[in-house]
């Protein structure tokens, strides 16, 4: 029987989650025995027109040329599947949807008329059909394996719809929002990552995507309530996964113009 084919493209990214890739180990020597591997540029092999079973793509629709790029994926390829928050979510490039970007091009750059950015940053479900999105900044190898083993045996992949907290609290972690009034997103953020930021003390800050129902408004009251700035607690909703509703409008809420805090 044919190995399926998978074809692994970049659009605008840092490369972090293909880099989970390459960094399998004995996994990625097992993947290769399962799968035809017709395009992954990071690990050597450039075919980026190959007809393939599952195209992985890492990264968000910021320019022209992801534009066209992710309607020619779609078209040569069975299955699309979103990896990172880049792809899911327009990723920290999306951070220009909610401010003016072309002020923030003149802000940084001596010379915007050589950039080749959208105005704005998108997921890949917003320009194409996307048939599985796996979440994380970086992804999960984890969940990537048992991804592709699914899809593989033609069954529906299996996602977590439960939240970071529910992952945390059966680690049995000790709560760092509780405990040390960090400004932890982990109750509006959907598990998958095995609670990962808490276990090592830190606070986690959404890279896994807003959970089911994630209750926004109660977190960013509970976060004022520790004293943390309404423009601080704003900005927590708004980092890695920008470009999605539920965080957008809870930085609408908190956040307080610039204008309103001048002297
Ligand atoms: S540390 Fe964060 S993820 Fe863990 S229980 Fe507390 S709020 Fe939830
Ligand atoms: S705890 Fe939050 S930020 Fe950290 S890996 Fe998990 S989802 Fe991402």
Redesign the pocket.
């Known amino acids: 029987m044919a190995r399926a084919s998978i074809a692994i493209h970049k659009l605008t990214s840092c490369s972090g989650c293909q880099s989970v890739i390459l960094n399998m180990g004995e996994n990625l020597l097992t993947l290769v025995q399962l799968v035809d591997i017709q395009h992954f540029i990071e690990a050597g092999v450039n075919n980026p027109d190959a007809q393939v079973d599952i195209a992985f793509v890492e990264g968000s629709i910021s320019t022209h040329e992801d534009e066209e790029r992710i309607r020619q994926v779609r078209e040569q390829s069975r299955f699309v599947v979103a990896i990172g928050a880049c792809a899911c979510s327009g990723g920290v490039q999306a951070l220009r949807n909610v401010k003016d970007s072309e002020h923030w091009a003149s802000a940084i750059y001596a010379d915007p008329g050589y950039l080749d950015s959208l105005a704005d940053s998108r997921s890949v479900a917003e320009r194409v059909k996307v048939d599985l999105q796996l979440w994380?900044?970086p992804i999960s190898e984890r969940q990537l394996i048992a991804a592709i083993r699914a899809l593989l045996h033609g069954v529906p992949p299996v996602l977590p719809t439960e939240k970071?907290c529910q992952e945390c609290k059966r680690a049995g972690q000790v709560c760092v929002l509780v405990s040390q009034a960090a400004p932890c997103?982990?109750p509006v953020?959907?598990a998958?990552?095995?609670?990962?930021?808490?276990s090592f003390g830190?606070p986690?800050?959404?890279?896994?995507g807003p959970s089911e129902q994630p209750n926004c408004d109660a977190l960013g009251e509970r976060l004022v309530g520790l004293g943390i700035p309404a423009n601080q607690v704003a900005e927590r909703f708004v980092s890695?996964s920008a470009g999605v509703k539920p965080f957008q409008n809870a930085w609408a809420r908190w956040r307080i113009p610039l204008k309103e805090l001048e002297p």
């Open positions: 994380g900044c970071v997103m982990g953020t959907q998958g990552c095995g609670a990962l930021c808490p830190a986690c800050y959404t890279c896994f890695i």
